[in-house]
């Protein structure tokens, strides 16, 4: 995947923001919150937003892009 979301989980993190506190808030879905753990999804415009607002922050704090590496 070529989005990381490494940056939003450090925030959460920093921000003291469990993984029950981000369910029961909803700041993101179970389903959204697993798929991206697992890189197995993204977040919409509309999560990047509400996190932004609750976080303080710009989208850039919270994912950046990597490039897939060539074999």
Do not use: H
């Not at 989980?9 to 506190?21: G, N, R």
């Not at 981000?22 to 879905?29: Q, S, T, V």
């Amino acid at each position: 995947m070529a989005i990381s979301y490494r940056k939003l989980f450090q925030l959460l993190e920093e921000k003291d923001w469990t993984t029950y506190k981000i369910r029961k808030e909803k700041l993101i879905g179970q389903g959204t919150l697993t798929a991206i753990k697992n890189r197995t999804g993204g977040l919409d415009a509309k999560t990047i937003s509400r996190l932004c607002e609750v976080l303080n922050c710009q989208p850039g704090d919270l994912m950046e892009y990597v490039p897939d590496k060539e074999e």
